[in-house]
């Protein structure tokens, strides 16, 4: 199967602090991987997409200095909440696909971030 | 860019009923179209994909139809049960662009 991996699943944080998340691949190569915010009762909503390697393509009205995005190797992304404030308290999750134009996404568990 | 209206927002059936749930999109270049179970705060789950070279594709007691012309494809639950209570969530995809979701159906099995 295709595994994705997340952490933490959960992190409480101060406002104004800054919070890393981790998406890995444990099973294959991710050439791209994506991150979503969802908030409750919601759909996901795409933030990024980031290819190894290169520098990530934002979705308009996201704010590229303050989620931060690196995707250093073909099984690893991780996504900064730089400054995180109460607004920023979401679940957010990363999915990874195989090859540029693979199909299937293979989703993390989620990360639940609330700021106080 | 690609729009996915998602129908009905939730949906009750009683155990052994059968559910459908539709789904709309806008870009006919799209070809991929997933269909994802999610329970309350875990992951999305792929529960049947179709591609658009295929108008139905089934799985037990899942089936997924798509009509390329009207732009809309569907998913079909039949005998449900409990355990099938989730909110289900339809995406479109084409070429290298990215999933677009629909909007997600709640969907209530009772026994």
Known sequence: ???????????????????KIECRSLDFQATTMFWYRQFPKQSLMLMATSN??????????????????????????????????????????CSASRGLAGDEQFFGPGTRLTVL | GENVEQHPSTLSVQEGDSA????????????????????????????IDIRSNVGEKKDQRIAVTLNKTAKHFSLHITETQ????AVYFCAAKGGYSTLTFGKGTMLLVSP
Not at chain 1, 3 to 14: E, L
Not at chain 1, 71 to 86: D, I, R
């Open chain 1, 52 to 93: 190894e390697g290169s520098k990530a393509t934002y979705e308009q009205g996201v704010e590229k200095d303050k989620f931060l995005i690196n995707h250093a190797s073909l099984t690893l992304s991780t996504l900064t909440v730089t400054s995180a404030h109460p607004e920023d308290s979401s679940f957010y999750i």
């Open chain 2, 20 to 47: 459908v749930i539709k789904c709309t999109y806008s870009d006919s270049a799209s070809n991929y179209f997933p269909w994802y179970k999610q329970e309350l705060g875990k992951r999305p789950q792929l529960i």
């Open chain 1, 1 to 19: 199967g295709a595994v994705v991996s997340q952490h933490p699943s959960r992190v409480i944080c101060k406002s104004g602090t800054s919070v």
């Open chain 2, 82 to 85: 409990p355990e099938d209570s």
